[in-house]
């Protein structure tokens, strides 16, 4: 399993860990208010900000991690350069990527217009977020096997 | 329109030249040896300038390192 394959599958195990255990963290101190009130604006506000850094910290130290890990027991460390094929698998993940996001913001939207509560809409944008991220490192993965 | 199949000579190409390895070919072109195992194995089809730079490093015309077929 080449370096890019191996780096995909710890890309998709720390996005589930990551939003997993900080949903399981905040999601308990959801507050008690009405349903549209400054406090629950605030909750998801806070909740999204602090999940996109905890997102970056955890993913830096992830990625640092499996640097060394994969170097130590294969010796095998990150490939120095990138090339065509890489950038074309890039591109592609990222487009499968983009179309799942919006997707996801299409149906957020659409739940406001059915008049459900704005806690729906910002979950459903948070599992679109997650499964953009998602749809991204599995059809990297998907590329890389196949070949392009 | 039909499919078509872009294949190629790499892999003998190699042997011919002091059985250059694929790291080695990989360096000369620029890309990583992965990269040159795709194409072996026909599963990537190179930009036309990556085509260009293996037919120049093996000296052949491209048409000598590549050619197409109707995919089946």
């Not at chain 1, 890309?11 to 900080?22: D, E, F, V, W």
């Not at chain 1, 010796?75 to 179309?99: C, K």
């Not at chain 1, 509560?117 to 948070?126: D, G, Q, R, Y």
């Amino acid at each position: 399993m080449s370096y890019q394959e191996k780096r995909s599958i710890v890309n998709i195990i720390s996005t589930l860990l990551i939003t997993g255990g900080y949903s399981a963290y905040a999601l308990p101190q959801y507050p008690q208010a009405e349903a549209y009130s400054e406090t629950i604006f605030h909750f998801w506000g806070s909740f999204f900000f602090i999940l996109i850094g905890v997102s970056i910290v955890a993913s830096i130290i992830i990625t640092i991690l499996f640097s060394i890990l994969n170097t130590v027991t294969n010796g095998e460390g990150e490939p120095s350069l990138t090339d065509e094929r890489d950038h074309v698998i890039s591109l592609r993940a990222a487009r499968n990527s983009s179309y799942v996001f919006i997707l996801g913001v299409l149906l957020a939207m659409g739940s406001l217009v059915i008049s459900q509560p704005p806690t729906v809409m910002f979950i459903i944008l948070i599992l679109s977020g997650v499964a953009s991220s998602l749809i991204s490192d599995m059809s990297a993965f998907f590329f890389y096997r196949r070949g392009y | 329109m039909d499919k078509l199949f872009i294949g190629n000579h790499i892999r003998k190409l190699r042997f011919e030249h002091s059985e250059m390895t694929q790291e080695q070919l990989a360096e000369k072109v620029g890309v990583t040896r992965q990269t040159i195992v795709a194409m072996e194995k026909g599963k990537y089809s190179p930009s036309l300038e990556l085509a260009f730079r293996i037919a120049m490093t093996f000296q052949k015309p491209l048409e000598a390192v590549f050619f197409v077929e109707k995919a089946t």
